[in-house]
């Protein structure tokens, strides 16, 4: 497993922007899939955006496509997530999450086995 803190929430105002970070550390070698997903009380913890690490390939849930970026810089074994025109209905916990393996389908919650403790985002 690897450890991952994130970092980045807050509050932002509709139409504006804020960048989540998550910091990698331990097994980093070993990580083939990162991704973020998000919570809010009540409800499933949904796929936000995921990446699988080196290659480029990204997915993205249908919310947040065109809005939101997912980018991962190698050299600081952190993973970004870059949210643009933010809606109140991104309020949520957003949590950072990787696997060793190429999870598929990308937003399978189980295929995940390392995560992180979450960053609130609040848009209003």
């Known amino acids: 497993h690897v450890q991952l803190v994130e970092s980045g929430g807050g509050s932002g105002q509709a139409g504006g922007s804020l960048r989540l970070s998550c910091a990698a550390s331990?097994?980093?070698?070993?990580?083939?899939?990162m991704a973020w997903f998000r919570q809010t009380p009540g409800s499933e913890r949904e796929g936000v955006a995921a990446t699988l690490t080196g290659s480029g390939i990204t997915f993205y849930g249908d919310s947040v496509k065109g809005r939101f970026t997912i980018s991962e810089d190698k050299a600081k074994n952190t993973l970004y997530l870059q949210m643009d025109n933010l809606k109140p209905e991104d309020t949520a916990m957003y949590y950072c999450a990787a696997d060793a393996k190429a999870v598929a389908p990308w937003d399978w919650i189980g295929g995940y086995t390392s995560w992180g403790q979450g960053t609130q985002v609040t848009v209003s």
């Open positions: 331990g097994s980093k070698s070993s990580v083939r899939s």
